[in-house]
């Protein structure tokens, strides 16, 4: 209890003005009107703009080219001379790491970005035709260690490829 | 073994969020209107970039960055903004709902605040960000944020005092 919790109590009581209802739907249209494809539930994000970054790039060519250069000096050395200096150099001891196994699955989202409609598609060996709808998104797996109270969370895109049959009336 | 399985898209997102970015965009301009333009804009540019919606430190950072392209870009309209701060009782639109008058006394000392302070305040009470999350979205440490917050507590507990 700080001398501010019954201040922060009473902020806490003011509720925000709710947003407008039709704010969701403004975002849903310049979301569509981005990509230019049709709006659904998810979202559809534009390609990401490649912009070089000529300082990094020239750092990363400057340490490729330092690398090759080692390299080919360590070509260069007599075969005798390196075999010395493996034979001098102490092996590292390899330390049994220690199997964590606390980490406990805490969840699974999954943020739909783009959900597009590619139209009518004759699967191979089928008269019917079905409709392919593909959806781009973003997993995040999370585990928790209940004694540390630490977390770990992977994430990655992902994009699945849906076939709807379609009914022929 | 429990594995919690969510399906989320955007409209979810958003609906959990939208109450507290509309009001963190109000620190920035003076109607509700204004306000839900610059979260429009910036929930649009968040999503786009396929950022991880868990990422609130980058997502309010780009609330502030939109608002703030958009005083800089129109200059005739910021200083109808600084004009409108001057006299804030008087032409803004209330951000919160009022139960009573203390509410309403509490939310004019709020508007009275250093805006640095307000921001972080904003953050920190009504959308729950941590001290690390409002660094990374204002560019500043999370010492720094804290200290801010602290300052905006003692001031509104000096001009407000709770009513029982």
Same mark, same amino acid.
């Given at each position: 209890?700080?001398?501010?919790?019954?201040?922060?109590?009473?902020?806490?009581? $003011?509720?925000p003005a709710p947003a407008s209802p039709e704010l969701t739907a403004r975002i849903e249209r310049g979301?569509?009107?981005?990509?230019?494809?049709?709006?659904?539930? +998810?979202?559809? #994000?534009?390609?990401?703009?490649?912009?070089?970054?000529?300082? +990094?790039?020239?750092?990363?060519?400057?340490?490729?080219?330092?690398?090759?250069?080692?390299?080919? $000096?360590?070509?260069?050395?007599?075969?005798?001379?390196?075999?010395?200096?493996?034979a001098t150099t102490p092996l590292p001891f390899a330390q049994p790491v220690p199997v964590n196994d !606390?980490?406990? &699955?805490?969840?699974?989202?999954?943020?739909?970005?783009?959900?597009?409609?590619?139209?009518?598609?004759? #699967?191979? +060996?089928?008269? @019917? #035709?079905?409709?392919?709808?593909?959806?781009? =998104?973003?997993?995040?797996?999370?585990?928790? /260690?209940?004694?540390?109270?630490?977390?770990?969370?992977?994430?990655?895109?992902? @994009?699945?490829?849906? %076939?709807? &049959?379609? *009914?022929?009336? | 073994?429990?594995?919690?399985?969510?399906?989320? *898209?955007? =409209?979810?997102?958003?609906? @959990?969020?939208?109450?507290?970015?509309?009001?963190?965009?109000?620190?920035?301009?003076?109607?509700?209107?204004?306000?839900?333009?610059?979260?429009?804009d910036a929930f649009v540019r968040f999503w786009r970039k396929e950022h991880s919606i868990e990422n609130?430190?980058?997502?309010?950072?780009?609330?502030?960055?939109?608002?703030?392209? $958009?005083?800089?870009?129109?200059?005739?309209?910021?200083?109808?903004? !600084?004009?409108?701060? $001057?006299?804030?009782?008087?032409?803004?639109? #209330?951000?919160? *709902?009022? *139960?009573?008058?203390?509410?309403?006394?509490?939310?004019?000392?709020?508007?009275?605040? &250093?805006?640095?302070?307000?921001?972080?305040?904003?953050? =920190?009470?009504? /959308?729950?960000?941590?001290?690390?999350?409002?660094?990374?979205?204002?560019?500043?440490?999370?010492?720094?944020?804290?200290?801010?917050?602290?300052?905006? %507590?003692?001031?509104?507990? =000096?001009?407000?005092?709770?009513?029982?």
């Amino acid at each position: 209890m700080n001398d501010f919790s019954e201040l922060e109590a009473e902020l806490k009581k $003011l509720r925000p003005a709710p947003a407008s209802p039709e704010l969701t739907a403004r975002i849903e249209r310049g979301l569509a009107e981005v990509s230019g494809r049709t709006a659904t539930a +998810g979202v559809l #994000p534009r390609r990401r703009n490649i912009r070089v970054n000529w300082l +990094g790039l020239g750092l990363g060519l400057a340490a490729a080219a330092a690398l090759l250069l080692l390299a080919r $000096l360590d070509v260069d050395q007599p075969a005798g001379k390196r075999q010395s200096v493996v034979a001098t150099t102490p092996l590292p001891f390899a330390q049994p790491v220690p199997v964590n196994d !606390a980490f406990v &699955p805490a969840g699974l989202t999954q943020v739909v970005y783009d959900t597009r409609d590619e139209g009518l598609h004759f #699967p191979e +060996g089928s008269n @019917e #035709p079905v409709r392919r709808v593909r959806s781009r =998104k973003r997993e995040t797996l999370k585990w928790n /260690n209940p004694q540390t109270g630490t977390s770990l969370r992977v994430s990655y895109p992902s @994009e699945e490829v849906t %076939l709807i &049959p379609v *009914d022929g009336q | 073994m429990e594995n919690v399985v969510t399906h989320e *898209d955007w =409209k979810v997102c958003f609906s @959990e969020l939208a109450p507290g970015l509309v009001l963190f965009a109000r620190q920035f301009v003076r109607t509700s209107a204004d306000a839900e333009d610059i979260v429009q804009d910036a929930f649009v540019r968040f999503w786009r970039k396929e950022h991880s919606i868990e990422n609130r430190g980058l997502l309010y950072a780009t609330v502030r960055s939109v608002a703030l392209d $958009l005083l800089r870009r129109d200059t005739r309209r910021a200083r109808r903004e !600084a004009n409108a701060a $001057l006299e804030v009782e008087q032409t803004t639109a #209330p951000q919160f *709902d009022f *139960d009573d008058g203390s509410q309403r006394e509490l939310a004019a000392a709020i508007d009275r605040l &250093p805006v640095e302070q307000r921001e972080v305040l904003v953050m =920190k009470i009504w /959308n729950e960000l941590t001290f690390a999350e409002i660094g990374q979205a204002l560019a500043i440490s999370q010492n720094t944020a804290a200290s801010r917050y602290r300052y905006a %507590l003692a001031a509104l507990k =000096k001009n407000f005092v709770v009513h029982e």
